[in-house]
T-cell receptor, first 113, second 115 residues
């Protein structure tokens, strides 16, 4: 059972480039989310989805797009990378009930130069 | 809106000493509370959770947390820490109610266990 799988593990981008961070889960979880982790800031929610075809914004959505065409996949797109998007990105999923804990991937470390 | 405050960003403690990591939350409705742990270069893992019932909850590795509604706190404690407990710990709150699926995290407390 793989759980939540994120790719790539590391990425370096130049300002203005675009890329997609991949996230896949094999637990049939309805809820998926993306967080960014910055030193001293904890984890901040970027976007989340409560099921296929349904997405919504979190606390820090600007500069990021998401889509949820299947239950398993929840990619995060950076349209035009900026140095402020240098961070560690975590994908997490859980069953639909809000009392269920989140299952996290191992993260993607992104550097924008 | 809910918020979570972790009062200490770093806590150094000697091996086999007790430790308390403090967490306070604010929310206008009933909450679910969680503690997550993050070991270096890994994602977060659930340590323990409070949903309802007994206000004292325990993890499998000796940590416990007590929900205090009047003080809106959910402090994490361990009577005797080990080197392997060195990690960053995050308190998180998720509110009950329709339409609210967001889990809000505190900024984290780095626990360093000194041999």
């Amino acid at each position: 059972n793989a759980g939540v799988t994120q790719t790539p593990k590391f990425q370096v981008l130049k300002t203005g480039q675009s890329m997609t961070l991949q996230c896949a889960q094999d637990m049939n979880h309805e809820y998926m989310s993306w967080y960014r982790q910055d030193p001293g800031m904890g984890l901040r929610l970027i976007h989340y989805s409560v099921g296929a075809g349904i997405t919504d914004q979190g606390e820090v959505p600007n500069g990021y797009n998401v889509s949820r065409s299947t239950t398993e996949d929840f990619p995060l797109r950076l349209l035009s990378a900026a140095p402020s998007q240098t961070s560690v990105y975590f994908c997490a999923s859980r069953p639909g009930q809000p009392d269920s804990p989140l299952h996290f991937g191992n993260g993607t470390r992104l550097t924008v130069t | 809106a809910q918020s979570v405050t972790q009062l200490d960003s770093q806590v150094p403690v000697f091996e086999e000493a007790p430790v308390e990591l403090r967490c306070n939350y604010s929310s206008s409705v009933s909450v679910y509370l969680f503690w997550y742990v993050q070991y270096p270069n890994q994602g977060l893992q659930l340590l323990l959770k409070y949903l309802s019932g007994s206000t004292l909850v325990e993890s499998i590795n000796g940590f416990e947390a007590e929900f205090n509604k009047s003080q809106t706190s959910f402090h994490l404690r361990k009577p005797s820490v080990h080197i392997s407990d060195t990690a960053e710990y995050f308190c998180a709150v998720n509110t009950l109610g329709a339409g609210s699926y967001q889990l809000t995290f505190g900024k984290g407390t780095k626990l360093s266990v000194i041999p």
